[in-house]
């Protein structure tokens, strides 16, 4: 089985009643934690990687680590754990096409901040190069708040996603599955602080309707623990009123159309306050192993409480 494209993981999630869950990595340690949890919970695995992280950890080096993850379970958890190498959040046809060359087997396009006619022109172009080369693309209709690499949309140019487009957008682009914005932002700050957080199902049940069986994605879902938020800030950080997704919320947004959930700011707060906890702890240790290995075991036992409370795919691998 090995990296395999997503098109199995959906059809078996959206008839289950679960997600897929899809962790953004940059480096070694990152991929270890995730894929050790994946492989203890024999859970189906998206492994995706932004324009930013491809640019700094090195498209090449990043493959070949994955591969290493398969191999690992292959060699010592005794089954072949299904990974699918997604790019996220490709800008172009060119940052795709490379990637497909390069053995992703799934990538992104997001046009969503462009006009509705350039949007399906775009992924409809790179639909029919992924397609021709095994490749299964995700799109995007509605804008998502929030910062993702170098991108930072402000709330008021964000915007939900007009459910009355998403059949003709789907049928003319031919994408695979469709990410929609129902009030989930990229990054840490999701909700003001005092708010009480809402994601807007009516909006994905309409979605889901005018789409029966068809894949639906979240991002920027990440619940961001409050724990690792509060490490951060006893250890020299500064995060005030850093809220995200409720857990609930994404659980019942999984038992709907929602076949891929991506969560990113939950690892890398999990990351950043062990180094900055053990750091403040042992300042006179200068060994990146002393805390990079606590960092990768939080990481690890992260993913496992999103694969098994909040995704539900444990055991579907």
Do not use: W
Not at 58 to 85: R, T, W
């Amino acid at each position: 089985m090995g990296i395999v494209t997503s098109t199995e993981m959906f059809k078996k999630a959206y008839n289950g009643g679960y997600a897929i869950g899809a962790f953004n990595v940059n480096n070694m340690e990152i991929i270890q934690g995730i894929t050790a949890a994946a492989i203890e919970e024999k859970a189906p695995l998206i492994l995706q990687v932004s324009k930013g992280a491809r640019s700094y950890a090195n498209h090449i080096y990043l493959m070949k680590l994955i591969e290493a993850a398969v191999e690992d379970a292959e060699q010592n958890a005794g089954f072949e754990l299904p990974i699918c190498v997604h790019l996220d959040h490709g800008d172009s046809f060119e940052i795709c096409k490379s990637c497909i060359d390069g053995g992703f087997t799934s990538v992104m396009i997001d046009a969503s901040s462009k006009p509705f006619e350039e949007n399906i022109a775009l992924t409809k172009k790179v639909v029919e190069y992924a397609h021709a080369h095994g490749v299964v693309v995700e799109a995007e209709l509605g804008t998502l708040a929030g910062v993702e690499d170098e991108v930072n949309v402000s709330a008021e140019d964000s915007s939900y996603t007009r459910a009355e487009d998403v059949q003709e957008f789907v049928e003319r682009t031919g994408c695979d599955s469709l990410a929609i914005a129902i009030g989930t932002s990229h990054g840490a700050y999701k909700f003001k602080p005092g708010t009480n957080p809402q994601l807007r199902f009516d909006i994905l049940e309409d979605v889901s309707n005018r789409l029966p069986g068809f894949p639906i994605v979240l991002h920027g879902a990440s619940s961001v623990p409050q724990q690792f938020v509060k490490m951060i800030n006893e250890n020299g950080g500064n995060m005030p009123g850093a809220i995200g997704v409720p857990e609930d919320q994404l659980r019942k947004a999984a038992s709907m159309a929602v076949c891929k959930i991506n969560i990113d700011s939950d690892l890398r707060l999990a990351m950043t306050g062990t180094i900055r906890e053990y750091m403040n702890a042992h300042p006179d240790h200068f060994d990146p192993r002393q805390y990079l290995k606590p960092a990768r075991e939080n990481i690890k036992a992260i993913v496992q409480h999103k694969l098994v409370n909040v995704l539900g795919c444990n055991g579907k691998a």
